[in-house]
């Protein structure tokens, strides 16, 4: 079976497009699945992550820079789509960039974090009308919003996330906190599971984020004993 595509776009820096790939194709990756991750971003942040990984050790999934190919980044990611399971796109932070177009058209799942602010909120429009559009020409793309960098108990988070089901995508219920171990991942070139126990609350999160994405994906429910140092 050819690979389920996964885009992560956002119109603005700062959502945590590469957290949410990295942490994502990492588990899936840490799950028995052959994943690759394209890094079609100029800020080549994805690439940067993988290559902090110690020299004893890897990051779980491929990484591939291709912010080259920029309009042709779907010819691209179509050489690979028999030689993996899992494919994710990291796209770069401009809707007027042609590469989230262009990974659109030939994806199954487009993800779109963001924080809970009306700045950020507002600034994902443009992406929403994006997502819109590729949809006429490929009908089995779906959409997910997902939350990022929650702060959990103000009244501004609360007021955003009854917003959120207006912007016309639906939104994953796992949702990433805002946590230090996030940020800690991408120093040791990991996923949040590479941290041990003192992650466990990050930890579940991601697991929570790679199940709702499988389920959506039909992908196998393979896990891999989860290390806890």
Known sequence: MPARIITVLNQKGGPGKTTVTMQLGGTLARRDHRVLIIDADPQATATRWASSAPDNSEFPATVSGLAAAGEKVHRE???????????????????????????????????????????????????????ETVQDLNEG????????????????????????????????????????????SAVYGGTVHDLGS????AIA?????????????????????????
């Open 77 to 131: 990611v179509k050489k690979y789509v028999d030689d993996y399971e899992v494919i994710l796109v990291d796209c770069p932070p401009a809707v007027d960039s042609p590469v989230p177009q262009s990974a659109l058209i030939i994806s199954d799942l487009a993800l779109v974090p963001v924080i809970p602010s009306p700045l950020d909120l507002w600034a994902s429009v443009a992406i929403r009308k994006l997502i």
């Open 141 to 184: 793309l779906r959409a997910r919003v997902v939350v990022n960098q929650i702060q959990p108990n103000t009244t501004l988070a609360r007021e955003v996330l009854e917003i959120l089901p207006e912007y016309n995508i639906p939104l994953l219920e796992a949702r990433l906190h805002q946590r230090q171990a996030y940020r800690a």
């Open 198 to 201: 003192r992650a466990a609350p």
């Open 205 to 229: 999160e991601v697991d929570a984020l790679t199940d709702e994405v499988s389920a959506l994906l039909g992908l196998p429910s393979t896990r891999k004993k989860r290390r806890v140092g």
